[in-house]
């Protein structure tokens, strides 16, 4: 794919780089100084270059400079082992791509790797975003090319491929239930129905109304025969989401369940079965819930046969440039179009994204509100704790409030001019206007809060039961 000098004085750290990019597909070549490097370069014109810094003879910074004459296209990218903020600032002025502080993991790696070929090819990197993004068929459920993506890739596969019982875990926003319906996509199950059923915050009846169905009159409001959660998923797959948060009555008859696939309906004695593959997920530990007797061990070990763990988007930061590629793709031609600035998705690409990818698509739905008419998604679009979180300058509220201002007259001006184009008087951009703030308010404290719609709907002033319709009329939802 491409060639790729490393110049290192450590050979161990050269056969390391060399045996790593050689299975991701490029050629390497090594020096174990500056002047051998630059000797290299002029002869070979290798399309990226990584420089030590502390090198016998002439050290990497100098020679990164020199490279700048003798490939002036080409990005150096520098490491060190002692990184200090003038090493850092001296490279940076010195012209190079990137300042790596070792030990450089192999997934730093390969993401700086792919951002210094795409910008050597002239390519925006989400531009080049898009062009892998066509690797991925439009029903995706999963994107990402990360080691930590394959990973579980291969373990969606093994796991598809038999019957056991699933154990997801991962942070909250990391695709649980994105995984489970992979998984039952890929199945022999597919034919059948997918259901889910969250676990958390339901009382213990009502739960046991969810998941195994009542009779008349079992409770107050019980006034027909129904079906729960496991009757609907018969000959599918039924996902048990925050499992974790069962009460011990309910630990057991779901035990019983997995053991026998017998249940009875909620004041009803006679026994049903069902043939449902359970997956359960949680973002809670679970042995140490068991050590707590929070959780019953019996139980764990019938949900735990197979363990899918999920990568937080924090480990995979080479595929933020991908997710948003990928989000901006959908629901419509104006998504299509929009474009992200440089600046902006290095604010992306360097966040922590405590909220994983949850909070990277509100994030983006925030972002595309804003920027509504602006034809591109800019550092000033995106959610001030996002920008002040990597060390970036938020306007002030003022200067804030007098941007929005500009963009609603803009908005105003476009829909006057439509409407005295296609001849109609029957505006109604107040509304257009209004909706489309409280979206992009919505999406704001979602993102800040990583999803949680109590402390939403509290910090937006709303009941939570307005909060939830909002929710879903503007596709704020789980992904």
Known sequence: MAKILVVDDDSGVSRAFSRFLEKEGHRTLAASSAEEGLECAAIEKPDLIFMDVRLPGMDGLAAAEKLRGVLPGAPVVV???????????????????????????????????????ARRMGRPALAFAREQLADFPPEALLVGRSPAMQELYRQIAAAAAGEATVLLLGESGTGKELTARAIHLHSARSGGPFVALNCAGLPETLLESELF?????????????????????EGGTLLLDEVSEMSGAMQAKLLRFLESHCFERLGESHTRSADVRVISATNRDLRDMVAANLFREDLFYRLDVLRIELPALRER?????????????????????????????AVLESYGWPGNVRELKNC???????????GSIGVEHLPAHVVRAVGGEVPESGAFAGG???????????????????????????????????????????AAVNGNQVQAAKKLGMHRTTLRKKIDEYGLGDQ
């Open 404 to 446: 929005i201002e500009r963009l609603v007259r803009q908005l105003a001006r476009k829909r006057l001019e439509d409407g005295e184009a296609e001849g109609r008087e029957d505006y109604d951009i107040h509304a257009e206007v209004l909706r489309i703030a409280e979206r992009a308010a919505i999406a704001e404290v979602l």
């Open 79 to 117: 490491m060190t082992g002692h990184g200090t903020l003038s090493t850092a600032v001296e490279a940076v002025r010195g012209g190079a791509f990137d300042y790596l502080l070792k030990p450089v993991s192999l997934e730093t790696v390969r993401a700086v790797v792919g951002r210094a070929l």
């Open 364 to 374: 983006l739905e925030h972002a595309l509100a804003l920027a509504r008419g602006a």
């Open 213 to 233: 169905g009542h009779a008349r009159g079992a409770f107050t409001g019980a006034v027909a025969n129904r079906k729960g959660r496991l009757e609907a998923a």
């Open 317 to 345: 930061c080479e595929d933020v440039a991908l997710l948003v590629a990928h989000f901006l793709s959908g629901r419509g031609d104006e998504r299509a179009r929009a474009e992200v600035s440089p600046e902006a998705l």
